[in-house]
């Protein structure tokens, strides 16, 4: 019913920035919540940020200031800019739908469907 591709990733310094971009293909996008998530080795998949179907954004606090995703429903894309990257950051990182409400955009189980994901590394 939906698939997503993003675009995006690559390796980078610390201080630099990336725009990542997740293409959705079907209809009714705009009636999806979307987010982020990253995993980076060995560690647990870690919420980043989301976009509700309505706009309001939620983003973790340790990317507050420098991550701003957004939306847009005419291109049927979801983009996360990363500015003022760190070592922290990087990971693989994948884009999620989904249309339930009423859920925690923070909780992976509540994601519907997902992207193949897009690896970021920062190093110096």
């Known amino acids: 019913q939906m698939q997503l591709v993003e675009s995006g990733g690559g390796s980078v310094q610390p201080g630099d920035s990336l725009r990542l971009s997740c293409v959705a293909s079907?209809?009714?996008?705009?009636?999806?919540?979307l987010g982020w998530f990253r995993q980076a080795p060995g560690k647990a998949r870690e919420y980043v940020a989301s976009?509700?179907?309505?706009?309001?954004?939620y983003p973790i606090d340790s990317v507050k200031g420098r991550f701003t995703v957004s939306r847009d429903n005419d291109k049927n894309t979801l983009y996360l800019q990363m500015d003022n990257l760190k070592p922290e950051d990087a990971g693989v990182y994948y884009c999620?739908?989904?249309?339930?409400?009423?859920?925690?955009?923070?909780?992976?189980?509540?994601?519907?469907?997902w992207g193949q994901g897009t690896q970021v590394t920062v190093s110096s």
């Open positions: 976009i509700t179907w309505t706009g309001t954004t």
């Open positions: 999620a739908a989904t249309d339930l409400r009423g859920i925690s955009l923070g909780s992976a189980n509540n994601y519907q469907y």
């Open positions: 079907g209809q009714s996008f705009r009636s999806y919540s």
